[in-house]
């Protein structure tokens, strides 16, 4: 009785060996028939991998097709896809004839093949896809197995150059427990391939395009053994519009009416009062358009570099305006001009500046009665010898009687105290003038500057911008 069970435990080892299964025969080409043979030769022998030998690998052809891009989280660097995975192996031996039983292919369930255990390596979610309970069993013993997979990533998001942002994600499958040995992994479809199937069949049309698709196998050497890996490079283009119109467009603006503002002018506070009301207006948007931008610890996108140089310039040329204003509106308490700074802003600067110091000198002389200036030495002493060309009209022949002279000396006096106030008007708004001068000369060299940096700093973030976009 032994003798009998060793022998056919001998007898079943020999038949692993051997063959894992022999080619079924069916009693007629019905499916009736097809089951029974698949019941008695295959489905038994599915606890094990379907190969004539131990040493020998399965080979698991893989294949994907990307069928939707349904987000990605900058702020857990997070991507989620849909895909459609492509498994394919061959059970060693097994095989029937298509004459005989009536079909090329069948399908069966899943559970009563032996699946291979193969997994996305950047799982970070459990897959929420449906499943798909059968696979295709062909009569050269070739097993073709559909999956619908949801894809939830870890990937490392580069948000630098957010918009226009390109994203690599990879994406790595392979058997989770066996070696190498045991299951190689073979690329099927080409990356050209898969691109191509991928957009034909891509169905979300949002903010993600398709860029491209790259494959390489790799191997994964750990727990003291290596395993085959398929990885793919998953390349995501981000659709910039959006994010132009809302974000990039309003804040350009805002930008070109602060810097048309200089043109208003900067004696009344009108200026300062509308360059404030546009930064007040310039945060609202941001406060709004704060949602729009991704967040990550690790870099800070160039469009926050642009938020920032654009508010940084409101506030520079509203501190520029404060500082104008109070030249023009309050230069008359100012002390004199020193030498230094009329020669260095009102002789180079002006020069700098497009704004020649003749103009400057025409608008004192208007104001500057030269009469004035002439009659100046004349005011050290006064006498009646002094004043008779002042009185020319008076007859010079007998001298005035007293009282007449009295008169005469005290409306001297007080005219002199006329002239001398008069005098220090015309002081104070020579001194006032010069600073005005000074005023404008700093308001457009400041505007310039202005220029010189908004051009400077949006040329070279766009410049950026295109590189990264370009590569
Ligand atoms: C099917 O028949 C052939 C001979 O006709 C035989 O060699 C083979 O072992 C049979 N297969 C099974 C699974 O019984
Ligand atoms: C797997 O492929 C290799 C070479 O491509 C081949 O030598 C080997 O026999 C294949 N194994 C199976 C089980 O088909
Ligand atoms: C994506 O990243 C991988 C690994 O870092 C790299 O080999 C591959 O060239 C990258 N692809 C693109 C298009 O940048
Ligand atoms: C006018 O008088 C003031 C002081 O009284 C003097 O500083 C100034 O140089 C004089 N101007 C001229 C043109 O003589």
Redesign the pocket.
Known sequence: MTDVKAAELIFICFMLLQGF?????CTSPTPESLVD?LE??VFPKKLVRPVKSFSSPVNMTIGITVVGIIGVDEKSQILTTFLWQILEWNIEGLSWDEEECGTTRVSVPREQLWVPDINIAEYMDEDKAPKTPYVYLYNTGHVFDVKSLRVVSSCRLVIYTFPFDIQNCSLTFGPYLHFATDIRMIQGLTSEEILKESQDVLQTNGEWELAGISVAPSTLTLHGGSYSEIKYYIILRRRPVLYVVNLLIPSCFLITVDLFSFLLPPQTVDRSSFKMTLILGYTVFLLIMNDLLPVTEETTPLINVFFSISLALMVGSLLETVLITNIQCSSSQYSAVPRWLSVLVLRYLAVVVFLPRKKKSNQITVFLNPSLRVKNSSKTDISAIHLQPVFGDTPPVKPPPEPALDELRKLSRDLLAIRLQVDKHFQGSETSQEWQMIGIVIDRLLFGLYIVFIAVSFITIICLWSKHYAA
């Open positions: 299964v022999a080619s079924l025969n043979a008695n030769n």
